[in-house]
């Protein structure tokens, strides 16, 4: 199942994301996600994260957000996990 994985960074933090960067990326590239990248400020900085991950359940996206070295650092202000389901990719209806 698919789930929407939504994070804000704690203000004034990323020198804290950009250490915990190279930990985060290789915990990401070792589970199933479908897609992922940061949130963007109006400067065009990170201030957040969106995940969308492929686990059995909410239980299983929530220990996937928790074990995240970004969680673990304590970057995000809050995280939301939500279900999700895929209706256009690449411009084409799925």
């Not at 909410?58 to 673990?72: E, K, L, T």
């Not at 279900?83 to 690449?90: L, S």
Request: include cysteine.
């Amino acid at each position: 199942m698919l789930f929407a994985i939504t994070c804000i960074d704690k203000p004034d933090s990323l020198d804290l994301r950009m250490a915990t960067r190279p930990t985060h990326v290789d915990y990401l590239a070792a589970n199933n996600l479908v897609m992922a990248g940061p949130l963007l400020d109006d400067a065009g900085k990170p201030c957040g994260s969106l995940l969308v991950i492929d686990v059995a359940d909410h239980a299983a996206a929530a220990v996937f957000a928790a074990d995240d070295p970004y969680a673990q650092a304590g970057l995000f202000a809050s995280t939301t996990i939500r279900p999700y389901r895929i209706v256009f990719k690449d411009g084409v209806a799925v």
